[in-house]
Nanobody, 115 residues
Framework: QVQLVESGGGLVQPGGSLRLSCAASGITFNIYDMGWYRQAPGKQRELVAILQRGGIANYADSVKGRFTISRDNNKKTVYLQMNSLKPEDTAVYYC?????????WGQGTQVTVSS
């Protein structure tokens, strides 16, 4: 059974930082491209960052320079370090794993940026 379990969300003030984690099980983690998506109320889910299995990372323009995606293949975990958070970063953040036609989603973790 495949599971992607996110953690690390919460309430943070503007300008603050959070680190999200996504622990995977049931997949051969190192062959998967891993990503983070987010969905704000009333909006479509959007890509935040993706880290290919070969180590290439891509980011949404809105988070470039503020967010960093990384992975630890030994721990089967992908991270999203979020700095200089803004109110517009408020959303449910989802972990995503993809390899060829196989893809999986986590249950999501809420990030709220507010003073």
């Amino acid at each position: 059974q495949v599971q992607l379990v996110e953690s690390g969300g919460g309430l943070v003030q503007p300008g603050g930082s959070l680190r999200l984690s996504c622990a995977a099980s049931g997949i051969t983690f190192n062959i998967y491209d891993m990503g983070w998506y987010r969905q704000a109320p009333g909006k479509q889910r959007e890509l935040v960052a993706i880290l290919q299995r070969g180590g290439i990372a891509n980011y949404a323009d809105s988070v470039k320079g503020r967010f960093t995606i990384s992975r630890d293949n030994n721990k089967k975990t992908v991270y999203l370090q979020m700095n200089s958070l803004k109110p517009e970063d408020t959303a449910v953040y989802y972990c995503h794993a993809r390899f060829l036609s196989s893809e999986y989603w986590g249950q999501g973790t809420q990030v709220t940026v507010s003073s």
